[in-house]
């Protein structure tokens, strides 16, 4: 009967986000897995823009709310849990930057759910109706980019990505990377002097 009450009053009365990671580090499965339905498109888009790789990103996914799980309750609300979830994200994300940095070049070839494909090949299947010169130059600078973005530290990478792919501000990224807003500010600048640097054949 009391429990009856409970589910009746749940539904009366919908747990707003703070409600919701409450119940959650009470044990409530079922309010850690609203939580993770209300975030999760964002976490995978972010990881997608930064990383590069679907298959990346869906591995960061994972290992980002398994994070969270494991350490939802050392969540103290001294910030917005979304700033929390995306520290956890983008400090996951700069692992596999990291790691990635023991190559030379990153490949322009990306896991997709259809298989493995160029991205290099992409750029030449839409500009299918443009001239031989235009789908070289579109090559080129393709190679270029990818070659620019990992010649980049991985935090100038994280700083670049989250900036010009998510759109997001200098104190927010300062917030998610775990630093001041001046601190991205400047990693901005020295990526960007980077890439214009790596792409200036192109401008």
């Not at 044990?27 to 964002?42: K, T």
């Amino acid at each position: 009967m009391y429990q009856a009450a409970e589910m009746v009053a749940g539904l009366a009365a919908p747990l707003d986000e703070s409600g919701l990671i409450r119940a959650a580090q009470s044990g409530d499965q079922d309010a850690f897995e609203r939580l993770v339905r209300e975030y999760d498109q964002n976490v995978l888009r972010i990881a997608t823009n930064i990383l590069r790789s679907p298959d990346e990103a869906r591995d960061v996914y994972q290992e980002a709310f398994l994070k969270v799980y494991r350490n939802l309750n050392s969540f103290r609300f001294d910030c917005a849990f979304h700033t929390w979830l995306y520290r956890i994200v983008t400090n996951i994300c700069l692992d596999h930057l990291r790691r990635r940095k023991v190559r030379k070049e990153e490949s322009t070839t990306v896991e997709t759910a259809d298989g493995p494909v160029d991205r290099v090949s992409q750029v030449r299947e839409e500009s299918a109706h443009s001239d031989p010169e235009r789908q070289t130059w579109n090559t080129e600078l393709s190679g270029g980019i990818a070659r620019a973005l990992a010649g980049l530290t991985p935090r100038e990478r994280m700083v670049f990505e989250l900036r010009h792919y998510e759109g997001l501000r200098l104190r927010a990224i300062g917030d998610m990377i775990g630093t001041t807003e001046e601190a991205a500010k400047n990693c901005l600048f020295r990526a960007t002097q980077k890439m214009r640097m790596s792409l200036e054949t192109f401008v």
